[in-house]
């Protein structure tokens, strides 16, 4: 099992996290990722390949976890898959997580296109590439730039997990465009598809959806600080 002796080693002596910390609530999603990791994701230390793998899957959980309905539904992986990634990246709580996850996600037909998509470009090898295609191609249904409903930090660590896992695909996306309207377009263009109306990107009049800017708060944050004005308001 990837990593399961090195994680498991370090995330077994991590305290488990209260729901509240020193009077401040504490999101829910921050909670699920400490709970998961052991440390919040702020201070998640990435450098090697393994941690940045860890940190991953720890942000989408954490963020599938948290928002209505089955986690399988949320995330796109089956309950057998859920139940191995748990085993082998977090098994300190992998009894309590799998417990959430029951059957197979819902069938939809875009999700798993971009899955398919995802894994035909897959530049290693394994099953946490296999799992990351379910779970990128699901959280892409979500509303808001991928990064964020992947629950990571900025669309820096989307592009580095791309580049990763899915490098043949990643690479071709040479004018940094949206990862959404890239995947999209790679789809189009496969099926022999026109998906835009004009040729020339610097012409078109939708170019700022596509190329504009994906800074912003990431989820997490943008809940531990909703969480902390609610508690502020409670207080005064």
């Known amino acids: 099992m990837i990593g399961a002796a090195t994680y498991g080693q370090a ?14 609530v504490v999101s829910p999603a921050r909670t699920a990722y400490r709970a ?4 919040d994701s702020a201070e998640a230390q990435i450098d090697s390949d393994r941690a940045f793998d860890r940190h991953v899957l720890a942000s989408i959980l954490a963020v599938a976890a948290t928002e209505p309905g089955s986690i399988v539904d949320r995330c796109g992986l089956g309950a057998n ?8 990246f977090f098994p300190h709580i992998s009894v309590l997580f799998s417990v959430l996850a029951t059957g197979e996600p819902a069938e939809d037909d875009e999700v798993t296109m971009l899955r398919d998509l995802l894994l035909a470009h897959r530049s290693t090898h394994g099953e946490v590439s296999r799992w990351l295609a379910a779970l990128v191609a ?33 690479q071709d996306n040479t004018r940094n465009m949206r990862w ?19 040729p020339v990107c610097s012409h078109c009049n939708d170019f700022n959806e596509c190329f504009g800017d994906e800074s912003g708060e990431s989820r997490m944050a943008d809940r531990r600080r909703q969480a902390e ?8």
């Not at 305290?15 to 009077?23: C, D, E, N």
Request: with cysteine; hydrophobic share 40%; net charge positive.
């Open 36 to 39: 998961l990791t052991g440390c």
């Open 11 to 24: 995330a077994s002596q991590a305290p488990m996290p209260r729901g509240v910390v020193t009077g401040r």
């Open 81 to 88: 898959d859920f139940a191995t990634l748990m085993t082998g």
């Open 229 to 236: 004005l609610q508690a502020s308001s409670i207080v005064s």
């Open 138 to 170: 699901r959280r892409a249904m979500e509303p808001n730039h991928l990064w964020e409903d992947l629950g990571l930090r900025d669309r820096s660590e989307l592009t580095r997990l791309l580049m990763r896992h899915f490098a043949p695909l990643a």
């Open 180 to 198: 959404k309207r890239f995947f999209y377009r790679k789809l189009c263009e496969d099926d022999g598809m026109v998906m835009c109306s004009t």
